[in-house]
């Protein structure tokens, strides 16, 4: 088959951000003292112990996975959203595993039914991978933060994220209560992206999820929360993370992948259970990055750099008033690899974004090299 006969969706994707860093990136490398990559949010801490063993113990399971989940890991993510994040009225047939929660972005607008022209809105500066999921439905992308900038106009589906990525704002419940209203009232489907719910620096701020009864009083009706297990337990390379909220929602959900044969691993599953059971494994990796962003963020500033937002989530929102790509490359020289703004939507033109997710010693020579490199 020729490529004039078939759609060729690689065309119609954005530039992979990642790949424009790869200059910057051998500036970085090139420092005497090494690189420190700061501009991807990939766990470097080790998987909690409890989770290990449950992946070992289950790793001779020979048969196929249920794409449902197994009734043990259903009741361990209703259990775990009422007792970390105060969420009820969850079902256990109103939660779905997913393998690796960008995988499940990336195609919920496609496996929710969005058509070619409808319009899908995400945050003005946005993580990546909603666009190419609205892309790959062959959506219009709207970027708006807010509902009256919309007009009369109504989306087929909303994107929203809290603590965002990558800037690390907090959406308070006055505001996601406005969002489930609109939704309400115009029959639109809201994809709220939790994966850093736990990870809320402000105590007085803390984030809540949109299935809070707080703001949606217990009818989860058009609403769907993502959440991951790799930020807060460590699982980036197990893939694991999980859907929750509308039952009629995720029933769909749930029919079409069972067809498209997306299911979670059966040892992926059975660590997925520790990991929302042991509390303790997550309280001890916010911690170290709480210890690690008090650090950075005194460096940063120390730097000459202001710390816009960032009250949730693994980054700093930072900026020198001056473009970002100039930022990365002072940055680079002093062998620190940031990601520019400018990967999230044109608000983002003069802010880098520095994540935490190295190891204490690379925190420690990272903020070491700031305070002594600042122009």
């Known amino acids: 088959m020729s490529s004039r006969s078939r759609r060729i969706l690689s065309s119609e994707l954005p530039d992979f ?75 256990e047939d ?15 607008p496609f496996l929710l039914g969005v058509m070619p022209g409808q319009t899908v809105v995400i945050p003005e500066l946005a993580y990546p991978t909603y666009e190419v999921g609205a892309r790959l439905a062959g959506a219009t992308v709207v970027r708006s933060d807010s509902l009256l900038k919309l007009g009369p106009e109504t989306p087929t589906l909303i994107f929203i994220n809290s603590p965002a990525n990558p800037h690390g704002k907090v959406l308070g419940a006055d505001h996601l209560r406005k969002v489930v209203e609109f ?90 259970v520790a990991a929302l ?31 816009d937002d960032s009250d949730g989530g693994l980054y700093l929102w930072a900026t020198e008033g001056r473009p970002c790509r100039e930022t990365v490359d002072r940055l680079a020289r002093l062998g620190i690899l940031v990601a520019p703004g400018d990967f999230y939507g044109p608000g983002g033109a003069e802010h880098v974004r520095i994540g935490l997710t190295a190891t204490d010693m690379q925190i420690v020579t990272a903020a070491r090299r700031l305070v002594a490199g600042r122009e």
Not at 101 to 107: L, P
Not at 249 to 272: D, F, T, W
């Open 277 to 307: 059971e042991d509390d303790g494994q997550e309280i001890l990796q916010k911690e170290r990055y709480r210890k690690r962003r008090e650090l950075l963020s005194a460096a940063v500033d120390a730097a000459g750099l202001r710390i």
């Open 94 to 108: 109103a939660v779905l595993p997913v393998v690796g929660t960008k995988e499940a972005i990336a195609w919920l």
């Open 183 to 272: 939704a309400r009232e115009r029959d639109v489907v809201v994809v709220s992206d939790e994966c850093y719910l736990g990870l809320g620096w402000s105590e007085a701020d803390a984030p809540v999820s949109v299935l809070d009864p707080s703001v949606c009083g217990g009818d989860h009706t058009n609403l769907v929360a993502v959440h991951s297990l790799s930020k807060t337990s460590n699982l980036a390379s197990y893939r694991s993370g999980f859907l929750a909220g509308d039952r009629g929602l995720i029933a769909e959900l749930l029919s079409v992948r069972k067809n498209a044969g997306l299911m979670m691993p059966g040892p992926i599953q059975a660590a997925s």
């Open 17 to 91: 951000p990642w790949d424009s860093l790869s200059g910057a990136k051998q500036v970085a490398s090139s420092h005497p003292d090494g690189l420190i990559d700061l501009s991807v949010g990939t766990p470097v801490d080790e998987v909690a112990p409890s989770i290990q063993l449950a992946l070992a113990e289950s790793a001779a399971a020979p048969g196929y996975p249920q794409t449902v989940g197994t009734p043990e890991l259903r009741q361990a993510i209703v259990a775990a959203l009422e007792r970390r994040f105060g969420v009820t009225d969850v079902a």
